[in-house]
């Protein structure tokens, strides 16, 4: 491994030549780092093979044995394959938990530390929208307050609409003294006649 450090090229080095047969937890350690990979990968063939054996004459499946390595569970029974009850029938189980109690308190430390950082940036998330949405809403306040105010009924008249209103009159009594119009004038609308203003032109009466 170019990237490696001396010690653990010639680990590999005498490794790959049958020189060497096995190696210490410190080498472990070492050619771990140097191939990036976790040491529980080197110590068991977790992908490789359902069984190993962990002790002299001892198979057990690969994952309990990393289950047991790791400090997440007991001792597994002998035989036992990935998928089976596989733990140990529990005669020596309080032993091994009082020995695990180191790495049990340690790993529930870091998962409320985990927990903790989790929540806290969830909450730094929640807070963030929530300001992001108070910051559309006095932006639409604010397109809200430079709207003019809606004019009462009698006075909410385009110029089209008044053009309308202003011209109406002068042209039914146009039509009525023409006679063109039969037996009378057309009704007008109802939302014409409601939607009168409430002060008629000055100058040209209804």
């Known amino acids: ?12 080095a005498k490794l790959e030549r049958g020189l060497r047969q096995t190696i210490t937890l410190a080498e472990l350690l070492v050619l771990a780092r140097a191939l990036n990979v976790p040491p529980l990968r080197l110590a068991l063939p977790i992908g490789e093979a359902l069984q190993t054996e962990v002790l002299p004459g001892v198979t057990v499946g ?18 036992a394959v990935d998928g089976d009850d596989a733990w140990s029938d529990g005669s020596d189980f309080e032993e091994w938990r009082q020995g695990a ?12 530390v985990a927990r903790w950082r989790q929540a806290t940036r969830d909450a730094a998330e929640l807070w963030e929208a929530i300001d992001n949405d108070r910051k559309e809403v006095e932006r639409i306040r604010g397109m809200l307050a430079g709207l003019p105010e809606r004019p009462p009924p009698g006075e909410a008249f385009g110029s089209e609409r008044r053009l309308c209103f202003e011209h109406l009159p002068g042209h039914r009594r146009v039509a009525a003294a023409a006679g063109v119009l039969g037996r009378g004038l057309p009704h007008l609308p109802p939302s014409v006649t409601q939607a009168r203003p409430t002060r008629p032109h000055p100058t040209k009466p209804y």
């Open 1 to 12: 491994m170019a990237h490696g450090s001396p010690r653990s090229r010639s680990v590999i």
């Open 101 to 112: 109690a180191p790495v049990t308190l340690w790993r529930r430390h870091a998962g409320l």
């Open 62 to 79: 690969t994952w309990q044995a990393a289950q047991w390595f790791t400090g997440h569970e007991a001792f597994p029974a002998a035989a």
